[in-house]
């Protein structure tokens, strides 16, 4: 990394030029901060103690929980210390740490909420077979492929972005170290980083994004065939919001071209794809968590009892 840059520290502009927002910044991240915090760790315990809800459903919510707390803390704390210090430097290595773990943390989140949708499927338009399917081992199989992968992606970008000569300016447009912030600032050819954050941000989205919604493509064709199951589709709803907030401002920020992008608009992406998930996860689990529970036995009966239906039906023609 020593004969990879030039450039000893970064600084974190935190604002547009010309803009004070330090009083704002501190006190919107720090109050989105603690609620994400507090939301996430009561679903954390409320789902390690009731024994009811050790299932595949609540593991996958638990595991979210925790990888939330963990994603909104790379970035948020430092940028109110920044904000209330006004000291903005990073060292290269913190820089690089912070992209490795944001990428890491985005892309299991990613996983994770396709996985959800998967499990929602299953349970809906598979019920019989949802005990096999989504049993323990093969659960915790998919949480371990998650993080490996996540590894794996996130230690591509970041040791590829940190083999570009930094000889230019260092100041980081944004309020906490990105890849498409620094390949702005590299004085080397970033043509290949371009491409391949391009085109691996679109193969990892755009396969998530497929698989969510064909999921919820087939859970809509259950829930029109059998209206009584219709009510465990509104437990789907807040996911799909959250699916899609996450990946239209990740996209917003990653696939544009750095010569039509804004500082100001790329912040508020940034906040959206890096904040907004682990802050509304919570609120629409743990305020809804009896009703969810319910919701998905009465959907997993119901849709049980249509398919024994289907089958008897079948054996009786």
């Known amino acids: ?17 010309g ?16 609620g994400t915090l507090l939301g996430n760790l009561l679903i954390v315990t409320v789902t390690t103690a009731d024994q009811n809800l050790h299932t595949s459903m609540y593991f996958f919510l638990r595991n979210l929980s925790i990888l939330d707390m963990f994603y909104i803390s790379i970035t948020v704390p430092n940028a109110c210390v920044n904000s209330l210090t006004g000291n903005r430097a990073i060292s290269v290595a913190g820089c690089a740490t912070q992209i ?20 929602r499927y299953v349970a809906i338009c598979q ?9 323990p081992q093969i659960c915790v199989h998919m949480t371990l492929a998650t993080l490996v992968s996540g590894l794996l992606y996130a230690g591509m970008h970041t040791g590829n972005t940190f083999w570009l000569s930094f000889c230019q300016s260092n100041v980081v447009h944004q309020f906490f170290c990105d890849v498409p912030s620094l390949l ?16 691996s941000a679109v193969a990892i989205g755009g396969g998530c994004f497929t698989l969510i919604a064909m999921s919820y493509i087939r859970i809509f064709s259950a829930v029109l ?11 789907c709803t807040p996911h799909i ?6 990946l239209s401002s990740g996209a917003g920020v990653y696939l544009r071209s750095s010569s039509t992008s804004d500082t100001l608009q790329n912040m508020v992406l940034s906040a959206f794809y890096t904040m907004v998930p682990p802050f509304l996860n919570p609120l629409i689990y743990s305020l809804r968590n009896k009703q969810l529970n319910t919701d998905f036995d009465v959907d997993y009966h119901v849709n049980l009892k249509s398919t024994h239906e289907q089958s008897d039906e079948k054996i009786d023609t």
């Open 241 to 246: 919001l959250v699916v899609s907030i996450f």
């Open 1 to 17: 990394m020593a004969n990879a840059t030039m450039v000893t520290e970064f600084l974190l502009l935190g604002s547009p030029d």
């Open 225 to 235: 065939k059998f209206p009584e199951s219709g009510k465990a589709f509104s437990t």
């Open 100 to 119: 490795f773990l944001v990428l890491f943390c985005a892309c299991v989140e990613l996983l994770f909420l396709t996985i959800m949708a998967w499990d």
């Open 184 to 199: 702005r600032l590299s004085c080397s050819d970033t043509t290949s980083n371009m491409v391949l954050l391009f085109v």
């Open 19 to 34: 803009w004070d927002l330090s009083f704002l910044y501190f006190t919107i991240f720090s109050m989105t901060y603690l």
């Open 127 to 135: 019920p019989l077979q949802y005990p096999l399917i989504m049993n």
